[in-house]
């Protein structure tokens, strides 16, 4: 164990890991409140929801608008509430914090993947253990440079769109399951695990996915039967009120699934076309939408990219042509390439457009930890210490400073100060409102999306945002008469109108107080 004990007492190695953290955290952490400027209308719907679930306690397990979406991420939102007002800050901090998780579970998962079954016994078995506590190490800390130093994300830590539950939950639950189906774990892991799995059906969609790689670490540890009823029943009951939904109310649960593709004429070429998009999106031109990535840079930079390939050709040798001694356990090397192929599904059965880096956020994960198995690889070839753990230091060093490149290009070439001015305060208003248990109104104008300048852009923001109820009964898009007959039938409502609207609330002599002007 002498070996083990020098590698955890360097103290070199906790420094470099205490580096990583810090810089990992200033690039979630730094300015989120202001950038990236202004909030989408998937970020206006996950905050209008948080609000109400706050002030009004309406928390539910599948919010119907926007296509529907599965509650925990709006929950969240809700109790950021509790500790700030109503603000920027406030829906963005929750992807953040998600972040944050992921990057702790990070290191927690793949210490637990390199862990045997069960204690060594032999002396060969304990020199074994110690090899991969070793390579374990050496991966945790390569793959969390590569995912803290990821713009793909980075950026998506600092958004507050509901697919980060994803992105953690597919970290943690690696971690929880590999730890609960061990032979020697107690019982109460399992349930922690079936909650966690559980929970993690509240997030986006491709979660549902992670079946594949947690059931080969179910079948590689080949834990007791009373262990998989324990994870199991704690799974069922966390999934209860979602799979209530799903049961009593179907037309509700699948509205967004009614995206999924089922061609019949060709049903094989769709679905290769989707598959080669992916490819180009992770290696080739990534996201063009500015906000998710440079136009025609990949979503793996080019360095993650290589040794994302190089680990997943890694993972396939070792599956098939295990060595006793191997450096990656048969075991890893499956669950690696299971869970980075499972997530090329939810795209492929999708016919929406080109491939995007939100509906691909399942691939973000696996495709570092098979970067972390091929920067090992590499590594591990490379003879002279002192050269390799040079190169390794300068690469790291050159990932993060092209992530910060790409941010402040993103900062600089973004429109500046679109809604933030007018959330914060209008928020804060909102939330006022509810407290008093007011109604809540708002003045709107559609207008033809050709015609669409940057006002009538925010004029509809504004109305995702404020659009509260998901009906007609508050959602008021007024012309004068309508607006007339609307505060006939509800005179103590309160208005949200910006100030071209004005004069429409001010012919009815509605009292000041209950305008709250943009």
């Not at 119907?64 to 929950?75: L, T």
């Not at 060594?120 to 304990?126: F, G, H, L």
């Amino acid at each position: 164990m002498k070996k083990l004990s020098t590698l955890t007492q360097n103290s070199h190695w906790w420094l470099a890991l205490g580096g990583i953290w810090l810089v990992g955290f200033l690039m979630l952490y730094f300015d989120l409140g202001q950038h990236p400027n202004g909030l989408n209308w998937d970020e206006a719907v996950n905050a209008r929801d948080g609000i109400r679930a706050w002030y009004l306690g309406d928390y539910r397990a599948f919010y119907e608008h926007n296509f529907g979406r599965e509650g925990f991420f709006v929950w969240l939102t809700s109790f950021m509430n509790a500790f700030l007002e109503p603000s920027v800050l406030a829906v963005r901090l929750p992807s953040t914090l998600l972040g944050t998780g992921t990057l702790l579970a990070l290191l927690f998962a793949v210490r637990e993947l390199w862990r045997p079954n069960q204690s060594p016994e032999t002396e060969a078995e304990k020199a074994a253990d110690v090899a991969h506590t070793q390579t374990g190490m050496q991966m945790a800390l390569i793959t969390l440079v590569l995912v803290a130093a990821s713009y793909w994300f980075v950026m998506f830590s600092r958004f507050s769109y509901r697919i980060m539950p994803d992105v953690f939950f597919a970290v943690l639950n690696v971690w929880l399951v590999s730890k609960a189906f061990r032979k020697e774990s107690h019982w109460g892991w399992s349930v922690v695990g079936g909650l966690m799995c559980g929970l993690g059906l509240y997030g986006y969609g491709t979660y549902k996915f992670m079946v594949f790689p947690l059931g080969a670490l179910l079948l590689f540890r080949r834990p007791s039967l009373q262990k998989v009823l324990v994870m199991g029943v704690a799974a069922l009951a966390a999934a209860a009120p979602l799979l209530r939904v799903m049961v009593f109310e179907p037309e509700i649960f699948f509205t967004r699934y009614r995206a999924l593709s089922a061609p019949t004429a060709a049903p094989i070429t769709p679905y290769h076309h989707n598959f080669v998009q992916l490819l180009r999106l992770l290696f080739v031109e990534g996201d063009a939408f500015p906000r998710r990535n440079l136009n025609s840079y990949p979503q793996l930079n080019p360095i993650a990219g290589v040794l994302t390939l190089l680990g997943f050709a890694q993972c396939v040798w070792f599956a098939w042509r295990q060595k006793a001694d191997a450096w990656l356990p048969r075991r890893i090397a499956v669950v690696l390439a299971l869970w980075w192929g499972a997530m090329f599904i939810p795209h492929m059965v999708v016919m929406m457009g080109k491939a995007q880096a939100v509906r691909s956020i399942g691939l973000l994960m696996p495709s570092y930890f098979l970067a972390g198995v091929g920067a090992v690889a590499v590594y591990r070839q490379l003879r002279v210490g002192s050269f390799r753990q040079g190169l390794a230091v300068m690469l790291g060093a050159f990932l993060f400073v092209s992530t910060g490149w790409q941010y402040h290009y993103m900062l600089r070439n973004s429109d500046k100060d679109i809604f933030q001015s007018t959330y914060n305060a209008s928020a804060k208003a909102l939330g006022e409102a509810y407290r008093r248990g007011e109604t809540v109104a708002f003045v709107y104008k559609k207008r033809a999306k050709e015609s669409m300048g940057e006002e009538n852009i925010l004029d509809l923001f504004r109305y995702y945002m404020l659009d509260l109820d998901g009906t007609k009964l508050d959602e008021v898009m007024i012309d004068p008469k309508k607006l007339k007959e609307y505060y006939k039938q509800n005179p103590e409502a309160f208005f949200v109108a910006s100030k071209k609207y004005l004069k429409d609330l001010e012919r009815l002599k509605i009292p000041q107080e209950q305008i709250q002007v943009w």
